[in-house]
C-alpha cells in the first residue's frame, strides 16, 4: 500500500510538471496573482460544477472574458431585449448539483434564459426555488445579491449578510417563485484556473477595455423583469447594496411591479468623489446618466411601486448617512410611488414582515393580464384575466383610441380583436375605486395572422396572389392542413409534420379561402384572400 501511495505522488508530480511547463514562468506568475478566490464548491471545479472551461493560459483569460461579458454603456442607450419565451433548466449542472443537494436546497435549481440586445445574445443565469404554497395571483421575486464571493450560495445557506434580518428565500416562497440572481464569476459562472476563481481583477480589467462588469448583470437582470412580467401577475425585483443599485437602474429601465432598494443608494453619490469612481467602474457613464435629478424624474414617471430601505449601524458611510439625514427621502418627497423604511440595523434587508407590507399593498393593486388566445376567420380573440378583489372597469384602446368600455366585470371574459392596430388596456378601476394596471398590448394584423396559445402558434399571410406559406408550431409531431374554396372544393390537403408549409396557388382563381388547420386537440380557422 505504501508503494502504491508513493507512486501515485511520483504519477500526480508529474502531471503538475508538465502542465506548469505548457505556459511561461511569467504567465504562471500573472495567473497565479488574479486566481485567488475559493470557489463555492470547494472541491476543483469541473463541468459538473461550472458553466465556464477552466483556463490554461493567459489567452484563455482573455477569451473568457471577450465572451462573457459583452455589454458596454452605448447598448444602454437604445436596446431592444429580446427574451425566450421559456426558461430553460441547466441539466447538465443540475444533474451534478442534485448529488449535493445541500448546496442550494433545491433540486434542478440553475435554471438560464437566453436573451438578444442589440444583436448581442447572452444569458441570464439564476437559482430558482419553486413557492411551497400555490397561490392564485402568481407573484415572481428576483433577487439580485450584493458585493461579496458567491452570495446567491450563502443566501440559500442562510448565510449571508443578506440574510441577517429576513431568510428571504425560506420567506417568499411562500407566497411565490424565488429567482436569485447568479452574477458572472459567481458560483457555477465562475472564471477558474485550478481550484481557485478569478479575483477582483476582473472589475479593473473589464473597465480598461470598456466592458464594464455591472453592465453584463445589468442588462441580465433587466431580461429577466421583462420576461418574468409575462408569465406573472406581479413582479418583485430586490436588490442589497450594490445589488441595490442594480435593482434601481434595472427597474427604471424595464420596470416591475415593485423595486425594493437596500442600503443601495444615495442621493449622495453624485457629489461623494470615492463612492462616484468606485460606481464608474462597474457601470461605466451610467452612473451620470441617472443622477439625482434624473432618477427622481424617471420615478415620478415609472408605473413601478419604489421602497427604499436604510438600516442603523451601516458600515457603509453613506448608508450611514442616509439613515441619519434622509437625503434620498428629502430628494424623493412628494412621489407617490416612492417608500422609505429605516426601521431595522445593518447593512443587510430589513426584516421580512417590514417587507411584506410594501410588497402586500402591490398585490392588493388591481392587475389585468391581456393575451391573445385564437383565430377565426377575420377575428384575433382576446382573453382578460384578473387578479384582485373585483368587479372591474376598464377601458379598451386601439392606437391610442378609445375603442370599447366594460363595467362590472367580475370574471375572465373574452374580447374580439377585428381591426389592425395595437390594443391595450387602460383605466382599470375595482369596486373599491383603486386604480389597477395591465402591462399588456397586442398587436394585430389581419394580413398577417398570428395566433398563439399555450401550446401552439400559427402564422399566416391571410393575402396572396401566387405563393403563400402556413406556419404552425405545435407540440404535436403530425398535423393536418386544409384549404377549400367558396364552394366547399378542398384545393389543398396536408399530413404531415408542422412547421413552414409552403402552398403553390398559382393556379388558383383569385377570390376568398378558408384554411383549416387540425392538430390533436383544437381546430384552427382562418380566412385567405388571393388578389
Not at 431592444?80 to 451534478?96: E, F, L, Q
Not at 380573440?381 to 373585483?390: A, E, Q
Request: with cysteine.
Amino acid at each position: 500500500m505504501a508503494k502504491i501511495r508513493t507512486l501515485l505522488i511520483i504519477v500526480i508530480s508529474l502531471m503538475i510538471r508538465k502542465a506548469d511547463a505548457q505556459i511561461s514562468s511569467a504567465d504562471s506568475l500573472y495567473l497565479q496573482s488574479i486566481f485567488t478566490y475559493f470557489t463555492y464548491s470547494n472541491v476543483v471545479p469541473d463541468s459538473g460544477f461550472m458553466i465556464q472551461p477552466q483556463v490554461a493560459s493567459v489567452n484563455d483569460v482573455h477569451t473568457s472574458l471577450s465572451s462573457n461579458f459583452q455589454f458596454e454603456f452605448s447598448d444602454f442607450n437604445e436596446w431592444n431585449i429580446s427574451v425566450d419565451s421559456v426558461m430553460h433548466s441547466d441539466t447538465i449542472r443540475n444533474t451534478r448539483l442534485n448529488q449535493y443537494s445541500w448546496f442550494f436546497k433545491q433540486k434542478n435549481v440553475l435554471n438560464y434564459l437566453p436573451f438578444t440586445v442589440n444583436g448581442k445574445s447572452s444569458r441570464s443565469y439564476t437559482f430558482f426555488y419553486p413557492d411551497s404554497i400555490p397561490q392564485t395571483c402568481q407573484t415572481a421575486y428576483l433577487v439580485i445579491p450584493g458585493n461579496g464571493n458567491d452570495e446567491a450560495y450563502f443566501m440559500a445557506q442562510n448565510a449571508s449578510y443578506h440574510t441577517r434580518n429576513c431568510q428571504m428565500i425560506d420567506h417568499f416562497r411562500t407566497q411565490g417563485d424565488v429567482y436569485v440572481l447568479c452574477k458572472p464569476n459567481e458560483e457555477v459562472r465562475a472564471i477558474c484556473w485550478g481550484n481557485l476563481k478569478m479575483n477582483q481583477y476582473i472589475v479593473s480589467y473589464l473597465d480598461s477595455v470598456n466592458r464594464n462588469y455591472s453592465l453584463q448583470y445589468l442588462m441580465e437582470s433587466m431580461a429577466m423583469i421583462k420576461h418574468l412580467k409575462s408569465n406573472y401577475n406581479h413582479v418583485i425585483v430586490m436588490g442589497l447594496s450594490e445589488g441595490g443599485y442594480t435593482t434601481l437602474l434595472a427597474s427604471l429601465m424595464e420596470p416591475p411591479n415593485g423595486a425594493i432598494i437596500s442600503a443601495g443608494y444615495s442621493k449622495l453619490f453624485d457629489t461623494f468623489q470615492w463612492s462616484h469612481t468606485v460606481l464608474q467602474t462597474k457601470f461605466d457613464s451610467l452612473v451620470d446618466v441617472y443622477h439625482q435629478d434624473s432618477i427622481r424624474a424617471s420615478i415620478e414617471k415609472s408605473t413601478c411601486q419604489f421602497l427604499f430601505t436604510w438600516g442603523d449601524s451601516d458600515q457603509t458611510e453613506l448608508m450611514n448617512d442616509e439613515y441619519t439625514f434622509h437625503h434620498t427621502q428629502n430628494l424623493l418627497s412628494g412621489l407617490n410611488n416612492a417608500s422609505f423604511l429605516y426601521d431595522y440595523k445593518y447593512h443587510t434587508f430589513p426584516p421580512c414582515n417590514l417587507l411584506d407590507t410594501f410588497i402586500n399593498r402591490i398585490q392588493d393593486i388591481p392587475n389585468l393580464k391581456f393575451s391573445a388566445t385564437k383565430t377565426t376567420i377575420d377575428t384575433l380573440w382576446s382573453k382578460i384575466d384578473f387578479c384582485g378583489s373585483g368587479p372591474f372597469n376598464f377601458d379598451l384602446y386601439r392606437n391610442n383610441q378609445l375603442l370599447n368600455s366594460f363595467n362590472q366585470i367580475s370574471n375572465s371574459t373574452s374580447i374580439p380583436l377585428v381591426d389592425s392596430g395595437l390594443y391595450d388596456i387602460r383605466n382599470i378601476i375595482n369596486a373599491n375605486q383603486q386604480v389597477g394596471y395591465c402591462m399588456d398590448t397586442i398587436y394585430y394584423n389581419p394580413l398577417l395572422v398570428n395566433v398563439k396559445t399555450q401550446e401552439s402558434v400559427l402564422l399566416l399571410q391571410s393575402a396572396f396572389s401566387d405563393y403563400t406559406w402556413v406556419s404552425l408550431k405545435t407540440e404535436d409531431s403530425i398535423i393536418r392542413m386544409k384549404c377549400y374554396c367558396m364552394d366547399s372544393r378542398c384545393l389543398f390537403d396536408y399530413t404531415g409534420p408542422a412547421g413552414k408549409i409552403e402552398i403553390s396557388t398559382s393556379n388558383w382563381p383569385l377570390g376568398m379561402y378558408i384554411l383549416k388547420v387540425y392538430t390533436s386537440d383544437e381546430i384552427y380557422t382562418a380566412k385567405m384572400l388571393k388578389r
